[in-house]
């Protein structure tokens, strides 16, 4: 017994020093985190918080572990680098108190250059995948000592990727898992306890490396700006960039350190590199024990097309700067004396701790040898102590561990978003399963010989209002921009409405649950309350339905029948956003199940009729086939068809817009914000970019009109003959009294048949010209516009982050960067974005990876909707969500709600909008509002009829919204 409480206490006494340790590493860590829950308020010589601000300076590091006696491994920070060496004001040789058995040198991770910020709890992810598809365009490497050529780029590096609740986390994701050849592990900076992280990094050895990610905050407050942290932790000063610089590039010239090993430096030496942020370290201030090792070549950044040189432009770029070994003496003697004050800092490395961090996003599509960075940041961590073959595997088996356990306890999928890698939690399970069969008929050419869509979709659906309806519109198909229209109403026995209205609890969790109704065709209405909210009872639904391929193969198409709707901007709530300050007047998300559709191929005008069936449904089955007294849909539908050709121009021209006497006033839009007010919050939008609080805010706002007893058909039709547009739509829930007439011309998200996600965000519009020459100068004038160009940059961006949590690493690109689409009213800058989703992950877990699309938050995505939400007076609704169509084939494709009218309760809204950079003009942003809310609000107007004085007043639900309230000018 003696013998036994003997060893007990020295275990204790063991456990006991291994703390101790570990608290004297992070003790000034902890000292410096209190700090951000003091006000934002830093002296003159300071600088504010700034979030995603500090860009890479404020951007990522890089780090290996140590033991006690042995100089600390190599960490990298992305602009937030040299914030971090300034934060870190460790104490040389701390350690675990254990001896290091690899070759002199230890393989255990840094986690002192992690530093501490807190932040909203996260949850982890770690996916256990094969290895990674590795793109063609690979940077140059050498071997190690004792290596021969290129083999260290087939070791395997296990890298912990901290997660600072940035929008560009999974950039650097993508791109560790193709360079290490294994997948990092991804937590955010308030995941894990200090006691875990120690067995991880010290007992366990589970990690060769540490990349911490950028982020939302000032490392005054925050530790999000890992270069600027590393710099402010080592007693470095914090102050305002000379301008604050998101979305542009800059020349790069540097000490030539290992990080830098085999890229050029300097002008005009083709290393140019995206910068998002807004503070930065004064050099001036640096302690002795840091050491700058990168600056721009001139003060001034420049977009991205006046950079771009022929040149080809990586694929795959992170946003992590890589941790480096690089300590060597090179880069302490080297001549700066031409460094001139007009230049930004743009790296720094600690003088004898494997410490760096830079201020640019080498995880930008636009930042040239950003793979390369991480190459040599792998090649540094191999050098420093990875040379035992079994070390590695040992490593992938714990992490394997930790994958396992958490697929084990954490919740449900929706809480990894927004910053986590999206780990399956396999498919949920249905009381109700469904066996679907689908039956099909195609004619060929019938589209063009009974006048198009328009009149199809009349004749088929527009009688009694066109009540419960809805038209997928491809109405403009230029240049192969849409192929495809979808039009269907309430129908068979399968046919239901979903209407979903999210609970008050909602503005204050995550996930706060609502009330869904659900109505049949035979008219029964039932309403339930959903815990876990409406995007997880949609994923059970779509997971609940067995079906055949064969019965679809033959189909050009991806929508066969499934659910058909929307899903407003507050179900944000559900896809990792903290609340909904504002309440919305419509449903939070509609939707039908339509077991009937028809469908037009307008490249060869083939139209296809399909309607499925539940095969274990007596009901069902009869409706499908029929009996003697009634006949299938499609013989109905069919017989319908065939009778249109003689009836096609009576049919559509009753819902075109007819033309009014000129001496009748129209009733017109009260736009929520006056001139005044919009143009005051655009300078509040401007000052939370200088302070670093986001690189961009999509600042948005609503304007209504009373419209009572309108043709909203009517209206639809005569806006897609202005204003054709690919992602058109048309949607009645007549129960509701709501429709929405979108003319939106931008895709939110596709998963297509062949698993390919895509992603097609636009930013950057302006007027089509009254002649061709001007038409032609301003075209040219938006794709060389760098405000324009630095929008469309951070949201592509964005947009590959929110691929990379559900792509297969190594499969996100972007195959169309900036490219000018034109349509009737407007010019806009477009950007495809694609990769390969994982196989095991639903279509659900893909939309809440992306929801909202980063065209209509901005980024950092959660803070700038946390900012947005304290400056809009009144809820988006529809506006800024999405419409379109989940397959029960497990595919879909959504839009963007933009250009968009919704009629609701006899009242018309539109929401319209802009992207605020640190480039933007609050003037300017006023036009563009009124420039893209000017089409469908024109329409509107002239095809209201004279209902009195009262239709140019908003309605009493608009009067509490309202923030100094004028009409809207349409001229």
């Known amino acids: 017994l003696v ?29 410096a985190s209190s700090r951000r829950r003091r006000p934002l308020r830093p002296p003159p010589t300071r600088v504010p918080s700034s979030p995603a601000g500090g860009g890479l300076m404020a951007g990522v590091g890089f780090g290996t572990t140590t033991g006690a006696g042995h100089p600390p491994a190599p960490l990298f920070a992305r602009s937030a680098a040299v914030r971090l060496s300034a934060a870190l004001r460790i104490p040389e040789g701390g350690g675990s108190g254990r001896s290091c058995k690899t070759r002199g040198r230890c393989s255990r991770g840094c986690w002192s250059q992690f530093g501490s910020g807190v932040s909203a709890s996260r949850l982890l992810s770690v996916r256990r ?15 190690g000592e004792g290596e021969g050529g290129a083999e260290w780029e087939s070791r395997l590096v296990r890298t912990l990727l901290i997660d600072n609740y940035d929008s560009y986390t999974y950039n650097i994701y993508q791109e560790l898992s193709v360079v290490n050849g294994l997948p990092p592990v991804v937590i955010c900076n308030d995941e894990w306890t200090w006691e875990y992280v120690f067995q991880c990094l010290y007992e366990e050895e589970a990690f060769d490396n540490i990349v911490i990610s950028p982020g939302p905050g000032s490392p005054t407050t925050l530790f999000f700006q890992l270069l600027q942290a590393l710099g402010y932790v080592h007693g470095a000063q914090i102050t305002y960039a000379p301008e604050p610089v998101h979305g542009r590039l800059s020349e790069i010239e540097h000490t030539g350190c290992n990080l830098f090993l085999d890229i050029p430096s300097g002008s005009k030496s083709g290393f140019k590199v995206v910068r998002y942020h807004s503070l930065i370290v004064d050099e001036d201030t640096l302690p002795k024990e840091l050491i700058p090792i990168a600056w721009t070549t001139s003060e001034h950044a420049h977009s991205f097309l006046e950079t771009e040189t022929s040149a080809r432009m990586p694929i795959f770029l992170t946003n992590s700067i890589t941790q480096s070994l690089c300590a060597d003496s090179s880069a302490k003697n080297v001549e700066s004396s031409n460094m001139g ?43 420093y102590g990875l040379r035992s073959s079994a070390l590695p595997e040992r490593k992938v088996a714990f992490a394997n561990e930790i994958s396992r356990r958490l697929k084990v306890t954490k919740l449900s999928v929706a809480n990894l978003l927004m910053g986590q890698h999206i780990v399956s939690s396999g498919i949920p399970k249905s009381k109700d399963p469904k066996y679907l069969k689908l039956q099909w008929r195609k004619f060929n050419g019938m589209a063009k010989q009974v006048g198009g869509s328009g009149n199809i979709f009349a004749k088929l659906f527009g009688d009694q209002n066109a009540e419960d309806t809805f038209w997928l519109d491809s109405s403009s198909t230029e240049q192969r921009r849409a192929r ?52 997880d009872f949609l994923d059970k639904e779509l997971q609940s339905f067995h079906y055949d391929k064969e019965d679809y193969q033959a189909l050009p198409f991806d929508f066969c029948g499934g659910f058909v709707g929307y899903i407003g901007y507050g179900l944000k709530v559900e896809c990792g956003a903290s609340s909904n300050p504002h309440k919305s007047m419509v ?38 086939h029929g009996t003697s007294e009634m006949k299938t849909w499609l013989d109905v539908t069919e017989k319908k068809l065939l009778g249109l050709v003689s009836s096609q121009e009576k049919m559509f ?15 017109k839009f009260v736009v929520a914000k006056s001139r005044r007010q919009y143009m005051k919050d655009v300078e509040s939008c401007l000052k939370f970019i200088q302070d670093g609080e986001s690189y961009e805010l999509c600042f948005t706002t609503q304007m209504k009109m009373r419209v009572k007893d309108i043709d909203a058909l009517g209206i639809y039709c005569t806006l897609r003959d202005r204003n054709p547009a690919p992602y058109a739509a048309w949607l009645n829930f007549s129960k509701e009294n709501l429709s929405i007439l979108c003319s ?15 992603a097609k965000p636009i930013k950057g519009t302006i007027a089509r010209g009254a002649t061709m020459e001007e038409d032609d100068h301003l075209k040219f004038q938006l794709q060389h516009s760098e405000k324009d160009q630095a929008e469309n940059l951070m949201i592509v961006d964005l947009l590959r982050n929110d691929l990379g949590r559900v792509c297969e690493p190594g499969t996100v690109h972007v195959p169309h960067l900036m490219k000018v689409e034109s349509y009737a009213t407007v010019h806009t800058m477009v ?68 250009r968009t009218v919704v009629i609701h309760e006899g009242e018309a809204s539109i929401g319209a909008g802009g992207a605020v950079v640190a480039l933007s003009s609050p003037e300017d942003e006023y036009e563009e509002m009124l420039l893209k809310a000017r089409a469908p609000a024109r329409v509107v107007e002239e095809y209201s009829k004279e209902l009195g004085s009262e239709n140019n007043l908003a309605s009493s639900s608009f009067h509490s919204e309202l923030c100094d309230r004028e009409p809207l000018p349409l001229d």
Not at 493 to 515: E, I, R, V
Not at 835 to 862: H, Q, Y
């Open 484 to 535: 495809f229209s979808f039009m269907g109403s309430k129908g068979g026995p399968l046919w239901k409405q979903m209407t979903f209205w999210l609970s008050d609890l909602s503005n204050k969790a995550s996930k706060g649950g609502g009330y869904l109704s659900t109505r049949d065709a035979d008219g029964e209405k039932k309403t339930i309350f959903l815990n876990d909210g409406f995007l």
């Open 653 to 667: 021209i009753k819902h075109k817009l007819s033309t009014r006497p000129s001496n009748l006033s129209k009733p």
């Open 129 to 143: 995948r094969g290895a990674p598809r590795v793109s063609s365009q690979r940077g140059e490497g050498r071997g």
């Open 831 to 898: 950007s495809t974005i694609r990769g390969e989703k994982i196989a095991d992950l639903s279509p659900i877990d893909c939309v809440r990876a992306a929801f909202p699309g980063g065209s209509m938050t901005g980024a950092p995505k959660l803070r700038s909707m946390e900012l947005l939400d304290t400056l809009e007076c009144c809820s988006r609704g529809v506006y800024s969500g999405s419409i379109g169509f989940f397959s029960y084939n497990q595919r879909f494709d959504l839009n963007i709600v933009i």
């Open 744 to 758: 939106s011309p931008e895709r939110f998200l596709q998963l297509d048949r062949n698993g390919i996600l895509e």
């Open 587 to 624: 449903p939070d998300a509609c939707f039908f199940f339509a077991d009937n559709l028809l469908v037009i191929d307008h490249s060869n005008d083939d139209v296809y009729i399909l309607s499925i069936h539940d095969a274990h449904c007596p009901r069902s089955r009869a409706a499908q």
């Open 341 to 383: 004050r007009e230049k930004v800092l743009m790296g720094i490395m600690h003088s004898t701790r494997p410490h760096y961090g830079v201020q640019f996003h080498p995880e930008s599509i636009a930042t040239s040898y950003g793979r390369k960075l991480f190459k040599n940041f792998k090649k540094m961590t191999i050098d």
């Open 3 to 31: 013998t036994e409480i003997l060893a007990r206490l020295l275990l204790a006494r063991s456990h006991a020093l291994r703390v101790a340790s570990l608290l004297t590493r992070f003790l000034p860590l902890l000292s």
